[in-house]
C-alpha cells in the first residue's frame, strides 16, 4: 500500500480522560517516522490494565502530552518505513513490539512510528491478534520473575492473579527456569494453570490462603489490592522477595515489608525488543504460549475497556485493526 501521500489515518482516541465512553473512533495526523524509529502498519493491537488508568486519568495520564490522544502500548503489524536502507528489518516484515505510550501516540491505530530497540520480529508461529497479546504482558512477567526474582529450581514463587494477561506469562516463565509455583486463580481457571506449569493453584476466594500458602522464596503480586499485598507478608519466608506491579507498591508497603525482614521492590515495564526476541524463540518452540480471551473490533475498543474493567479475563484482549491478509 502506497501510504506517501497519506496525511490521516483512522485511530480510537480521547478527546478527555473519564470512563470508557470518552474512546471515540477519529481521524488524526499520519504519524511522522524521524530518527531511528520504525514505521508499522498494525494489525492489531492488545488491551492493557495501563491504557485503562491512563484513559480514567490515572497512572501515566499527566504524561499525555496534547489531546486528543491515542492510547495504546502493544500492537502486532507490518514494516512500512525503516531507517535506512541496510536496517536489519525491511518494508514487509511482520513485527510486535511495545510503544511507549502515553508520551507518544499508541497502537489503538492504523500506524505507529515507534523506536527500533522496541520491535522485534513476530513469532513466526502466532497470528497478528496472538502477537498483540504479547509485549506488554509478557516482558512484565520475564522482568518481575526472570531479571528480578531470578527464577530457579528449588525456589518457591507465589504468583497472585496467574490465570491474567501478566500472570499467565509469569507462570510459564517461572516453570520454564524450574521454580515450583504456586499460582492463585478462580476454580474455573484450576486446570488451565496447572497446564501452563503451576504446581499448586489455590482458589483466591478460599479463606484459607494463609494455612495452604506458606513460607514461600518470592511473591509476585499482581494485583491491586492493599489486602493481598498486607498478605504476601504472611506467606513469604524471613528474608523473601515481594515484587508488585507498579500500581500495588508503594512507601507504605515497603515499609511494613522491611519492619517484617521482607525484601519487596516494584516494577515498570520498558520497550525491549532484544528481550521480547527472546520470547519469541520461547513462544515459537511452543515452550511458552499465549492466550487471547476475546478479540474486539478497533471501533469497539471502549467494549473491551469496559469488560477489562469490570471482570476477571483469561489472558489477553485484542483489539482487530486490519485483517491478516491486508497486512501480508
Known amino acids: 500500500m502506497d501510504t506517501t501521500m497519506q496525511t490521516t489515518m483512522r485511530a480510537m482516541v480521547i478527546e478527555r480522560t473519564g470512563g470508557p465512553e470518552q474512546l471515540v473512533a477519529a481521524d488524526v495526523p499520519y504519524p511522522r517516522r524521524v530518527n531511528a524509529e520504525v514505521l508499522v502498519r498494525v494489525v492489531a493491537a492488545g488491551v492493557n490494565r495501563f491504557d485503562l488508568e491512563t484513559r480514567a486519568g490515572r497512572g501515566d495520564s499527566d504524561a499525555i502530552p496534547a489531546f486528543p490522544a491515542v492510547l495504546g502500548h502493544d500492537f502486532s503489524g507490518v514494516v512500512v518505513e525503516t531507517p535506512y536502507a541496510a536496517h536489519p528489518l525491511s518494508p514487509g516484515d511482520a513485527v510486535y513490539g511495545m510503544a511507549p505510550c502515553p508520551r507518544s501516540g499508541g497502537s489503538y491505530a492504523e500506524y505507529i512510528s515507534v ?153 515498570a515495564v520498558s520497550p525491549d525488543g532484544a528481550t521480547l526476541a527472546v520470547i519469541s524463540r520461547l513462544l515459537d518452540s511452543g515452550d511458552v504460549r499465549v492466550y487471547v480471551d476475546e478479540v474486539y473490533d478497533l471501533v469497539d475498543a471502549r467494549d473491551a475497556h469496559t469488560r477489562l474493567e469490570r471482570s476477571h479475563t483469561r489472558g489477553k484482549l485484542v483489539l482487530r485493526v486490519a485483517d491478516d491478509t491486508e497486512a501480508a
Open 115 to 267: 523506536p527500533s530497540l522496541s520491535v522485534a520480529r513476530k513469532p513466526t508461529t502466532l497470528s497478528h491478534l496472538e502477537a498483540a497479546a504479547v509485549p506488554l504482558a509478557a516482558l512484565t512477567a520475564w522482568g518481575m520473575v526472570v531479571d528480578v526474582a531470578k527464577a530457579h529450581e528449588g525456589q518457591r514463587l507465589l504468583i497472585n492473579a496467574g490465570a491474567g494477561g501478566v500472570g499467565h506469562f509469569a507462570v510459564q516463565f517461572a516453570s520454564y527456569f524450574g521454580a515450583h509455583v504456586v499460582a492463585t486463580g478462580s476454580q474455573a481457571n484450576s486446570a488451565w494453570l496447572r497446564e501452563l506449569g503451576a504446581a499448586e493453584v489455590v482458589d483466591y476466594g478460599a479463606a484459607d490462603v494463609d494455612r495452604s500458602v506458606r513460607q514461600v522464596d518470592v511473591v509476585i503480586n499482581l494485583v491491586d489490592d492493599d489486602v493481598e499485598a498486607d498478605r504476601s507478608l504472611r506467606l513469604l519466608r524471613p528474608g523473601g522477595l515481594a515484587v508488585h506491579a507498579p500500581l500495588s507498591s508503594g512507601p507504605a508497603f515497603a515499609e511494613k515489608a522491611a519492619q517484617a525482614g521482607i525484601r519487596s521492590t516494584g516494577f
